[in-house]
């Protein structure tokens, strides 16, 4: 079935137009960017177009996102290629397209585009380069998770104790000093599978090894160059393995889902985390969404400090006297953005009014909702215990959508209980 999907998600891309075409008069543009087929994003593009957007989608074959009904023009990227050969795709379908917005749907296609914009610094009346400018944040953190804390501590905002790591032995040095147990991170992943709770000595060095690909056989022409590096970092050398360390904050998780425009925050919706899958570091399966004002005023300064344009999420950890600790940034949408309409916080209306330069409307609040995402918390709980009260994001007005994003539920895995939200 996933196969068949992936076939038909290609089908549809090879069909576009090779040249994108300029976008209708009077509607705001918005052009997504897919290297990776996410659950997680898939739903935008109908929200884009909810709230006004003519809506493009530049990605690879197989990209669940393509198949849906939201999405007006597609356009292929490199299936087999990197980001560097896929550079010129991305600079002529924005260049065809002139769209207003470039959002990247992962955390692939956001280094990507950052490359894109790094490779056209010099070219000063690019309109390309323009479009990225006012697409993604002035600081690029996307690629280092210390990056961005250490500029929350300069913004006063609360963050675990943290650190960079380049050896096994700074991070147990770390470790022994903070106590355990303790997070160690990989930059560069999500959706948690960078991330490892180590609560011993021995648990952190097999996280180490894990997420610097030091394990295995040591007498290889690949241990050896692992070895060198090894040494290389001890010594303060070349980049380091891109590892940081945290400590582990007493709390619940909780999160913020926000969009921006020239280092202003324009709208946001937060949520608590009540399941999560795979546990303990994986992504949020179900949601209480709702207002909160002190994640609020948290968003707004590190979007000023970042100078940060598009979709973000920050993830932290509320205590039991409500006080919030900052963990990290997601550069790019998170699964709930397509939700804060439900809440009276919808995301894609308030950055179609920016781009308009018109006012964003004023947010309407409504009562807190608890939500099932789909297909995550099917995946964690096929029975679906405790679901009933829950709403469901179950795409059924979108079925091609619906079906690919289904391929690997067990047959009958709706018992006819789904009820789509409205996120308006």
């Given at each position: ?356 330069g018109k006012p964003v409307p004023p947010a309407i609040p409504k009562p807190p909702r608890r939500v099932a995402l789909f297909p995550q918390d099917w995946v964690r709980d096929p029975i679906g215990t405790g679901r009933e009260h829950y709403d469901h994001d179950v795409p059924l007005d979108d079925p091609a959508l619906l079906e690919a994003m289904a391929a690997d539920l067990p047959h009958g895995w709706d018992d006819g209980r789904a009820v789509a939200s409205q996120s308006g």
């Amino acid at each position: 079935m996933q196969a068949s999907m992936a076939a038909q998600a290609g089908e549809r891309l090879a069909t576009g137009a090779s040249t994108p075409p300029q976008g209708s008069p009077g509607r705001r543009r918005v052009l997504l960017v897919a290297m990776d087929s996410w659950h997680g994003s898939a739903r935008l593009p109908t929200a884009f177009q909810g709230a006004g957007f003519e809506v493009a989608l530049l990605c690879r074959p197989g990209v669940v996102a393509s198949l849906s009904r939201g999405v007006e023009h597609r356009f292929a990227l490199h299936p087999d290629k990197g980001s560097r050969s896929n550079s010129s795709v991305v600079c002529r379908t924005i260049a065809g397209f002139s769209p207003d917005m470039v959002v990247p749907l992962d955390d692939a296609s956001l280094r990507m585009l950052h490359a894109v914009r790094r490779a056209l610094a010099a070219e000063t009346s690019s309109d390309v380069r323009r479009v990225l400018d006012r697409s993604l944040s002035r600081v690029d953190v996307s690629s280092k998770r210390t990056s961005f804390l250490e500029i929350a501590e300069r913004a006063g905002v609360t963050c675990p104790a943290h650190a960079e790591v380049r050896t096994l032995r700074d991070a147990l040095r770390f470790a022994h000093r903070s106590g355990w147990p303790v997070y160690l991170k990989r930059d560069n992943t999500a959706g948690g599978s960078g991330v490892r709770l180590c609560t011993s000595p021995p648990e952190l060095t097999a996280a180490f090894a894990a997420l610097t690909n030091t394990a295995g056989p040591i007498w290889s022409v690949a241990g050896v160059l692992r070895r060198g590096r090894r040494t290389m970092h001890a010594m303060g050398l070349g980049a380091g393995p891109g590892i940081s360390i945290q400590s582990v904050m007493p709390g619940e998780p909780a999160f913020h889902s926000a969009v921006a425009l020239d280092g202003r925050w324009l709208a946001g919706v937060s949520a608590e985390v009540e399941e999560f899958h795979p546990r303990p570091t994986g992504p949020s399966t179900r949601v209480l969404l709702h207002g909160d004002s002190a994640m609020d005023d948290i968003a707004r300064r590190l979007i000023d400090a970042l100078g940060y344009s598009g979709f973000c999420g920050f993830d932290f950890i509320r205590d039991r006297s409500g006080k919030l600790t900052l963990l990290e940034l997601n550069a790019r949408p998170t699964p709930v953005s397509h939700l804060g309409g439900l809440v009276g916080f919808d995301l894609c209306v308030a950055l179609n009014a920016a781009l308009s330069g018109k006012p964003v409307p004023p947010a309407i609040p409504k009562p807190p909702r608890r939500v099932a995402l789909f297909p995550q918390d099917w995946v964690r709980d096929p029975i679906g215990t405790g679901r009933e009260h829950y709403d469901h994001d179950v795409p059924l007005d979108d079925p091609a959508l619906l079906e690919a994003m289904a391929a690997d539920l067990p047959h009958g895995w709706d018992d006819g209980r789904a009820v789509a939200s409205q996120s308006g």
